[in-house]
Antibody, heavy 124, light 108 residues
């Protein structure tokens, strides 16, 4: 079955750190760029970060630059998001998402597969 | 950053009627890199349309996309009960990738 399964969410105090994981199955993970997209409670979607299929290029939204790090392990079919210096405004459901287009160089496209999401709550 | 503005925020439609949702890009896109997603309560988004007008795999023909430059449209030809949801547009013309604020399609 083609799926993405996130884990690692929870309640964390402001200033704390958390690492999210996304396990991919049912497709050739190493051929696709991946992203993290978040959704604050009752709000819309916000793209957070993307990583090229090979893992050698990344992009971030300005609000997380210097605090979040995206990475991947193609041998383990897993995507990661290391989140440091967490703030209340980072509270959201975090989705991992697979790009629709199989690419090796240019990336940043639409997303045809999403995980169910994991909730991150930043609160004291 | 490209700002995506969706209108209206809420659209009230009767089952069987047509729904037309709008998405405006500022600044305008210089290609057709625009996608539409549907999100039902408690569910992740589902890709409906990519590259402005290409339906994703398994998406019914009542969903269609059009537009260019700054103005894009998602049309749902005849609303079914399962179509009442929130719809988001997304541009992938340039980084950062950005989404519109969403249009909620509700039963009239």
């Amino acid at each position: 079955e083609v799926q993405l399964l996130e884990s690692g969410g929870g309640l964390i105090q402001p200033g704390g750190s958390l690492r999210l994981s996304c396990a991919a199955s049912g497709f050739t993970f190493k051929r696709y760029a991946m992203s993290w997209v978040r959704q604050a409670p009752g709000k819309g979607l916000e793209w957070v970060s993307a990583i090229r299929s090979s893992g050698d290029a990344v992009h971030y939204v300005d609000s997380v630059k210097g605090r979040f790090t995206i990475s991947r392990d193609n041998s383990e079919n897993t995507l990661y998001l290391q989140m440091n210096s967490l703030r209340a405004e980072d509270t959201a459901i975090y989705y991992c998402a697979k790009e629709e287009l199989e690419t090796t160089v240019v990336f940043g496209y639409s997303f045809d597969l999403w995980g169910q999401g994991v909730l991150v709550t930043v609160s004291s | 950053e490209i700002v995506m503005t969706q209108s209206p925020a809420t659209l009230s439609v009767s089952p069987g009627e047509r729904a037309t949702l709008s998405c405006r890009a500022t600044p305008r896109l210089d290609n057709n890199y625009l996608a539409w997603y549907q999100q039902r309560p408690g569910q992740p988004p589902r890709l409906l349309i990519f590259d402005t007008s290409t339906r994703a795999t398994g998406i019914p023909a009542r969903f269609s996309g059009s537009g260019s430059g700054a103005d894009f449209t998602l049309t749902i030809g005849s609303l079914q009960s399962e179509d009442f949801a929130i719809y988001y547009c997304q541009q992938y013309n340039s980084w950062p990738l950005t989404f519109g604020g969403g249009t909620k399609v509700e039963i009239k």
